[in-house]
C-alpha cells in the first residue's frame, strides 16, 4: 500500500488519494475509471470483429448470471438529482440475450427516461444481433426500420444555402452513386422533389408544388 493513495501490485489497480480516479492496469488514471491494457487491434477503415481468442486487457466485461431471454448487463446514465431520487438514471444501453446456445447472441437497446413522473425508461432504438436496427421497433426486418406512431417517421434536412436533403442509391459494390432522390433540385426551384441521374448529372424526373410531374 504507498502513501497517498491505495495500490495493489505495480500498476494492476490503483486508487489515487487527490482525486478518488481508480484505474486498472496504470498509475495515472485520467478519469474515475480508467482501464488501461492491450486490446484487439483493427486497421484505420476495417470492420471491429471481436474474436472470442483475442486480447481483452482494455474491456469492461458486464455479465448476468441470468440465462433468461433479455438478460443482460447495461450501462446506466444519470445524475445527482437521479441518485437522489433513487432512480435507475435518465438513460441506458443495455444487453439483451436473444441465444443462449454455443457463444450466445444478443441485441443491444438504448433506453431513456420520457418524463420525469415515469417509473421505468422506455427502449428507443435496437440492433439486433443480425445486424438490424430498429427505431420505435425491437424487431426490425430491414438494415433500418424507423416506426412512429407521430404524423411523420423520418426528416433529412439539409443545413446550408447550397445544401439539400438527399437519399442516395448506389449499386452493390458500392462504388458507384447512381441515383439521387432529392428534395429540392438545384438551377429549378428548391421546393421540388427531384429524381437525379448521377452517372449522366441529369435531372429525370420532377414533381413541383402544384403536383405537376415532369420527365426528362
Known amino acids: 500500500i504507498s502513501t497517498g493513495g491505495f495500490t495493489v501490485g505495480t ?23 480508467e482501464v488501461y491494457g492491450l486490446g484487439q487491434l483493427f486497421g484505420a477503415g476495417v470492420a471491429a470483429n471481436l474474436t472470442d481468442a483475442g486480447a481483452r486487457g482494455d474491456m469492461i466485461n458486464l455479465v448476468t448470471n441470468s440465462t433468461t431471454g433479455g438478460a443482460g ?4 446514465f444519470g445524475n445527482s438529482q437521479s441518485e437522489a ?19 450466445t447472441t444478443g441485441d443491444i437497446a438504448f433506453v431513456t427516461r420520457a418524463a420525469t413522473g415515469d417509473t421505468a425508461l422506455t427502449e428507443r432504438m435496437r440492433i439486433l444481433s443480425t445486424g438490424n436496427v430498429g427505431i420505435g421497433t425491437t424487431g426490425p426486418n430491414r438494415p433500418l426500420e424507423v416506426s412512429s406512431t407521430g404524423a ?25 452513386n447512381k441515383w439521387l432522390i432529392v428534395g429540392g433540385v438545384t438551377a429549378i426551384n428548391d421546393g421540388y422533389l427531384g429524381i437525379h441521374d448521377q452517372r449522366q448529372t441529369a435531372t429525370r424526373l420532377v414533381i413541383d408544388t402544384s403536383g405537376n410531374v415532369g420527365i426528362g
Open 85 to 103: 431520487a433513487g432512480s435507475i438514471g435518465f438513460a441506458a444501453i443495455k444487453g439483451s440475450l436473444t441465444n443462449g446456445g454455443g457463444n
Open 11 to 33: 500498476s494492476q489497480f490503483v486508487v489515487q488519494q487527490t482525486n478518488g480516479n481508480v484505474g486498472i492496469g496504470t498509475t495515472s488514471p485520467q478519469a474515475k475509471v
Open 73 to 76: 448487463g447495461a450501462i446506466l
Open 152 to 176: 411523420y417517421s423520418m426528416r433529412l434536412q439539409a443545413v446550408g444555402a447550397s445544401a439539400q436533403p438527399a437519399i442516395e442509391l448506389w449499386d452493390s459494390a458500392g462504388t458507384t
